[in-house]
């Protein structure tokens, strides 16, 4: 398993502690800045707009230190993008505003975007979840998209290690924006440092407490049909 060294709330004193020994210790090795990335969805409330800016700000933030301390990012990776250059790029801009200010702002500064994905695998990883959003009612069919699934995301999963392996070149350093809970396991002489902001742990609290929220309410309603 790759080194992982979090950047979370304490994270000012810890990019602190990247100092000459430690940047000497990355001397030669290969880098990636993993970003957690977020999407603001279909009419989002305003106070998680306001959380969600608030977080692409430290991004923004911890990157440039990172990148003060152990040098530019010369390589980037997104996830959904199955497209290098110019036509990668505008792919982003139409996926997520956010992560496409922080790409373009290093491609200007000569990082190179990599087309992560394979458009055959991602499009039937893509599908197969669909099909499970849909809601399935038969447990034979259900078992069998599940099946499908399950391997369409492990063929997507290898690809994206892979391709970061053969892309990603001696003492490099690169960027992935992929969400939470993916199953990418990068190779163990890749350092891998994970940018978590505090704003992101206010995010999560949010999200949580609104679905709190939205479970009492349907216990609530539920409780309120059956005492009519």
């Not at 000012?12 to 990335?37: C, H, M, W, Y």
């Not at 069919?141 to 995301?153: C, I, M, P, Q």
């Not at 890749?190 to 902001?197: G, H, K, L, N």
């Amino acid at each position: 398993m790759p080194t992982r060294t979090e950047s979370g709330d304490d994270m000012s004193q810890e990019l602190g502690k990247i100092d000459k020994p430690l940047t000497e210790q990355f001397k030669g090795a290969r880098k990636l800045f993993f970003v957690p990335l977020l999407y603001s969805g279909k009419e989002p409330p305003t106070e998680y707009l306001d959380r969600l800016k608030k977080y692409w700000e430290q991004v923004e933030e911890q990157l440039t230190e990172l990148e003060l301390k152990l040098g530019q990012i010369g390589r980037i990776y997104h996830e959904l993008i199955a497209a290098a250059g110019e036509e990668g790029i505008e792919a982003i801009k139409d996926l997520n505003d956010n992560s496409y200010q922080i790409v373009r702002s290093r491609i200007e500064n000569g990082a190179q975007l990599e087309a992560t994905e394979n458009i055959e695998t991602l499009t039937e990883f893509m599908d197969w979840t669909r099909c499970l959003a849909i809601g399935l009612q038969n447990q034979n069919v259900f078992t069998k998209v599940y099946e499908f699934y399950t391997a369409a995301s492990k063929k997507r999963s290898e690809f994206i290690t892979r391709h970061i392996d053969e892309t990603l070149q001696p003492n490099q350093i690169g960027i992935i924006f992929m969400r939470e809970g993916h199953h990418v396991q990068f190779v163990s002489d890749i350092e891998v440092f994970y940018v978590s902001p505090p704003a992101l742990n206010e995010i999560n609290r949010w999200l949580r407490d609104q679905e709190a929220q939205l479970h009492q309410k349907v216990e609530g309603e539920s409780e309120k049909k059956e005492g009519d």
